[in-house]
């Protein structure tokens, strides 16, 4: 079967009481036992609970690994797979990884609990320099924010195996149905389901996906000794969010597309960075490694700040504001929202100058939203600046 129709069925025949379509929602702390040392499988749901365990199971399957942990934000996803390394492990992460995983691995290495390194991973060679005798993992993101830029996880798959290190990589940009990262050799794929997966924007949330059970028992370990799972609503708004994944993205990837190409050929847009423009410096390799380019558009203005401020405040179908992968079209000032917690220097170091834009491209009619953006840009970077 084909992943849209494994999920069109997700969680059905789950319910042997009353046969229910979609799965019940399993909202409770606790679980009577059957007698002393008998339960049906679940006695507390901080260890398990049969909705989490439903959404656990269509991730992994999907994923193609041999277990997943459903937790309660990416961020508690991302704090569960750094709790597996000993303490004085050395990891090395993408320099423009998301902002609450650089955040996190800069707490923990001042708290001497992490050594870590900030390294662009499209430079092999870096990636080898950084090597340590402590090094335990390599860190990926790919399509990076807000850049879109693209590393090879065939190229690192294979440094992972010679080093014996764990590759992991945050596959939020995209999903499990445009890039698998299991087929390059990773270990854990890590997922802010907040985004594409419930794709609704109305939960927080995150998973990890093991490759092998080994890991899926630390990670399962982890996840209960720290306590970072997801609640069973949220499971469910997840599940229900997963079944329309696929012709979610179908749209999302067909506006993204027409508004990056719109945008290229706008005068007041400086660059594009969209994947799938054959101008993208890591256009060939996304086509090779990825299924689709996603529905993340970044560009620049002429206009300077005036002109930037202009076009955040004009848009009426893209909304001004943070986070992405919902249906609804978002767009934000990467320098003062998304990426303001970094320090001007390593903003202009990653790339991030202040006339950037982020869309987060939804599923809305593709012409209302080139034609909110063309409304948007009809300025005249001369006068503006005045
Ligand atoms: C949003 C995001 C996260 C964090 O997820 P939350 O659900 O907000 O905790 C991690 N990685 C990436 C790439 C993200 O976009």
Redesign the pocket.
Known sequence: MQPQTRLTLAGQRTDASYNSIIPPIYQCATFRFEDVGLTKGYDYTRSGNPTRRTLEEVLAELEGGAGAVATT????A?STVLSLFESGAHIICAHDC?G??ERLLCLLERQGKLEVSFVDLRDLSAVEAALRPNTRALWV?TPS?PLLRIVDLQALGHFTQAHQLLLIV?N??LSPLQQRPFEFGADIV?Y????YLNGHSDV???AVIARTPELNEQLQFAANAHGTIAGPFDCWLVLRGLKTLPVRLRQHEHNAMAVARFLAQHPNVEKVFYPGLPTHEGHELAARQQKGFGGMVSFTVRGGQEAVHHVLRSTKVFTLAE??GGVESLIEHPATMSHASMRPEQRQAAGITDNLIRLSVGIEATEDLIADLEQALAYKPATIMA
């Open positions: 934000s990416g961020m508690a991302i998301y609450g995983t993101e924010n945050d939020t940009f890590v802010s389901t907040t985004k927080i949330g995150g986070s992405l």
